[in-house]
């Protein structure tokens, strides 16, 4: 069994030292009696245990909306917590909703297998929409209600505003005063409202980030996850800027730059809106690979320079099964978020999604989430190290070949070199 030495918090290291002195509201003791009670409604005593622990926020599984459709206002989000999920990130939100217009068609599906139909699995979905464009008082409300009626259950808001400090400012001591227990900071909206220093255009820029972040830092109260996009070539480096700027923790990935495809009727490429289309934002299950890449690289920063500090890791990209979360966790994600699978499967699929991770801590004897959290992080390594290994390992198998293992193998026809193999020098 792993052991929490596994984790990646667990490795003291030569992280720069960048305290945050603030206090922070969310940091806040256990509150025991609320685990195990959502989402483990079949639960029984043996089963092991799916809550954690994060930034002092307790969640009863490590299932986690991931900012989208799925939490674009109260009737939803409610929804999404009383079928069970750990916590819900709503809808981002800025402080002029009427600078947000979105268009439709806004998704565009890939489909595996479709041969010709539209029946094929959704392995890719494409969007370009916006932030809410929800009026911020509307959102502010539904915000307070949610957290007066569910209390103990983890809400955070996502926030992003324009290349402001005034702004930011604003937006947080409002969105702060609803009662939320965290802020996601969308550092990588991928598409729309680059010109206004939004999104991936702040995320992308580690010297406006790191201002950016300081700014945020300096006014809220909660713990700050910030959001990476992967569309940049080293997703590290932003990460790394978020954590040493004050932020608790780090979430990956938002969705991938791209274009969905062209239509070889109209010749025009899709999701088409009035006949022209713009690059958009690739979710679930085919941007799977990507997303673990990129938490692996993330978590291995973190390890490495801040394996002390109790920041933590949420990881985004095509869960749709235990075993998928299962696969971030095991490289060292706290939380795991979903979106597009909730999109595609509704809100009951928090249930699947425990019941598999659980089969799998079963069938390797881990009782709680910690017990394997950050075990498979260890083993990835160089290109070069994985020849130095291979070719160590070939000559270890070659030199317990080397001579005859009994008496049995000697043969008439090869005597002489079996003598031979067995004479020392
Ligand atoms: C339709 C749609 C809208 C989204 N809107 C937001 C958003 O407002 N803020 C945000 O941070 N991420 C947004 N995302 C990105 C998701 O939160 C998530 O990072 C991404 O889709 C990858 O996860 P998934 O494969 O589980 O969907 C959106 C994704 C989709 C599909």
Redesign the pocket.
């Known amino acids: 069994m792993a052991s929490s030495s596994s984790s990646i918090r667990s490795i003291n290291s030569s992280a720069a030292e960048f305290p945050v002195t603030r206090p922070r509201r969310g940091f806040r003791a256990n509150r025991v009696g609320f685990n195990r009670v959502f989402a483990q409604a079949n639960a029984s005593s043996s089963d092991p245990d799916l809550s954690v622990t994060v930034n002092g926020l307790t969640m009863p599984n490590p299932f986690v909306i991931?900012?989208?459709?799925p939490g674009t206002n109260y009737t939803v989000m409610k929804r999404a917590f009383d079928e069970g999920w750990g916590a819900v990130i709503a809808?981002?939100v800025s402080l002029d909703a009427a600078k947000v217009v979105n268009v439709t068609p806004r998704?565009a599906k890939l489909r595996a297998g479709a041969n010709g139909s539209a029946k094929g699995q959704i392995i890719g979905?494409e969007?370009i929409?916006l932030?809410s464009d929800r009026p911020l008082e509307t959102m502010l409300k539904e915000f307070k209600q949610l957290k007066e009626e569910y209390p103990e259950r983890i809400l955070i808001a996502?926030i992003m505003e324009e290349y402001n400090k005034a702004a930011w400012e604003e937006l947080i001591d409002r969105v702060e005063q609803t009662g939320i227990d965290a802020f996601e900071i969308?550092f990588?909206?991928p598409h729309g409202m680059p010109e206004r220093k939004m999104g991936a255009a702040v995320g992308q820029d580690c010297a406006l980030l790191e201002e950016v972040c300081g700014w945020i830092n300096a006014k809220a109260t909660v713990p700050v996850w910030a959001?990476m996009t992967p569309n940049i070539t080293d997703i590290t480096q932003p990460a790394r800027v978020s954590l040493q700027t004050g932020c608790e923790g780090v979430s990956a990935?938002?969705?991938i730059m791209s274009v969905m495809g062209i239509n070889l009727d109209t010749l025009r490429p899709e999701p088409c809106v009035e006949g022209y289309s713009t690059p958009g934002?690739y979710?679930?299950k085919a941007?799977h690979p990507i997303a673990l890449a990129k938490v692996m690289n993330i978590a291995q920063m973190m390890k490495n320079e801040f394996g002390d500090k109790d920041y933590s890791l949420s990881a985004?990209?095509?869960?749709e099964t235990g075993g998928d979360a299962a696969e971030f966790i095991l490289l060292g994600a706290d939380t795991v978020?979903?979106?597009?699978?909730v999109?595609m499967h509704g809100y009951g699929l928090v249930k699947k999604l425990c019941s598999e991770l659980q089969e799998f801590m079963k069938k390797h004897d881990f009782s709680s989430i910690e017990d394997f959290r950050g075990a498979s992080l260890d083993y990835f390594t160089t290109h070069m190290d994985l020849v130095k290994r291979q070719q160590d390992a070939i000559r270890e198998r070659k030199a317990v070949k080397k001579g005859l293992q009994s008496d049995k193998d000697w043969t008439g026809d090869g005597f002489v070199k079996e003598t031979e193999s067995m004479v020392s020098n």
């Open positions: 991931g900012s989208g459709p809808k981002t998704y979905w969007n929409e932030i996502s969308n990588s909206c959001k990935i938002n969705t934002g979710s679930s941007v985004i990209g095509g869960v978020q979903v979106c597009t699978g999109m």
